[in-house]
């Protein structure tokens, strides 16, 4: 499936020329701070201009220059210029707040569509000066606020909301801080290259298709509490039936267990494409992807047919995972309805 940008561009009332200077800002931005899964800020990665409250301190201070220019009043041209000091500093202060700090992508765990995808990234500083008040987020989303001020990198998880399956590229995060009086505002564009990889939002179809599709190769035993010999024994987990409590071990003083029995059917599952005949392409892989889910939580071998695709059956969380996988990556192109 082709790899597509979670963000997507506003249509409609925009100016015409919007487009054309957001992909000429964009193919800037990409030369000038490119891709990469560590990224340290400095002078070339970030921009610094006065904040909306910075502006109105700025007024303040022309209006008492006036003041004390119309009165002569060589008081207020002291707060003035004392005003405009501060005014000149503060940037260096704030640039130095960001300047520095690492930003490394540690993790990007597997989501749902329909969900929100969490990326996880270490904030390290690397000198000796600490980094507050930082704001990372996917835009419009509110995102977080942290603190780097130990030496040990500090890990944080920002969400983008999924809405397509597939591998889904994120847009670049927006790094800012306004500290330490909120005058100016620095900010950077980081690019860490993040992949989520989205499987289908799960849709109920119904109880799982136990006999709809029969497998091949060797029977497979089920294992439950009823059956009719004996297969061994299973920790026990809260909301088991007592009536299969191993008790005479529990009473000589080992763990708490419970019996497990084999009926000695045909525990094999196949979800199969073709049983969702009439749906289109996104609600099959929707409706296969609640009965992968279902049949891993009731711990029933199953399989994964698929046009062009078969997955034998078995069970646990890897086996799992590839199921998902195939369905999240599964072309849409060249496929019966």
């Known amino acids: ?26 193919r800037w931005l ?22 909306l409250a910075g502006s109105a301190f700025l007024l303040v201070i022309v209006l008492l220059w006036l003041l ?15 005003l405009l000091g501060l005014f000149i500093i503060l940037p260096v202060h704030t640039f130095a707040n960001l300047s520095g700090l ?29 980094h507050e ?18 030496s040990e990198p500090k890990e944080v998880s920002i969400a ?33 290259d993040v992949e989520f990889l ?12 136990f006999g709809a599709s029969v497998g091949e190769g060797e029977q497979l035993k089920s294992f439950s509490a009823s059956g009719d010999d004996f297969a061994g024994l299973k920790n026990y987990q809260p909301g088991d039936s007592l009536r299969h409590v191993a008790w005479k071990q529990y009473a000589g003083g080992r763990d708490l267990y419970r019996k497990e029995y084999a009926s000695g059917s045909d525990a094999r599952l196949w979800l199969d494409w073709d049983l969702l005949a009439g749906r289109d392409v996104e609600t ?17 071998a199953y399989g994964l047919r698929l046009p062009g695709k078969e997955i034998a059956p078995a069970m646990g969380p890897a086996h799992k995972q590839r199921l998902l996988s195939a369905l999240a990556l599964f072309p849409v192109q060249g496929v019966s309805q």
């Open 1 to 26: 499936m082709s790899v597509s940008r979670a963000s997507k561009s506003r249509r409609g009332s925009s100016p015409s020329w919007q487009p054309l200077f957001q992909k000429r800002w964009h």
């Open 30 to 51: 990409d030369r000038r701070l490119p891709a990469a899964q560590s990224v340290t800020l400095d002078h070339r990665k970030l921009f610094v201009i006065p904040s």
């Open 68 to 82: 004390g220019t119309n009165y002569e009043n060589n008081l207020v041209f002291a707060l003035a210029f004392l």
């Open 102 to 130: 690492r930003l490394q992508l540690r993790e990007v765990p597997a989501a749902f569509a329909g969900d929100y995808g969490q990326a996880k990234i270490a904030l390290e500083r690397s000198g000796k000066r600490s």
């Open 133 to 150: 008040r930082l704001q990372l987020n996917w835009p419009p989303e509110e995102g977080i606020v942290a603190d780097v001020t130990d």
């Open 160 to 192: 983008l909301p999924l809405v397509q399956r597939g591998r889904v590229q994120a847009p670049r995060i927006r790094i800012e801080s306004r500290f330490p009086l909120g005058l100016f505002k620095c900010w950077s564009w980081v690019d860490l």
């Open 198 to 209: 989205v499987y289908p939002q799960p849709k109920n179809a119904g109880p799982l298709p």
């Open 284 to 300: 099959r892989l929707s409706n296969l992807c609640a009965w992968v889910l279902e049949a891993e939580r009731a711990q029933i």
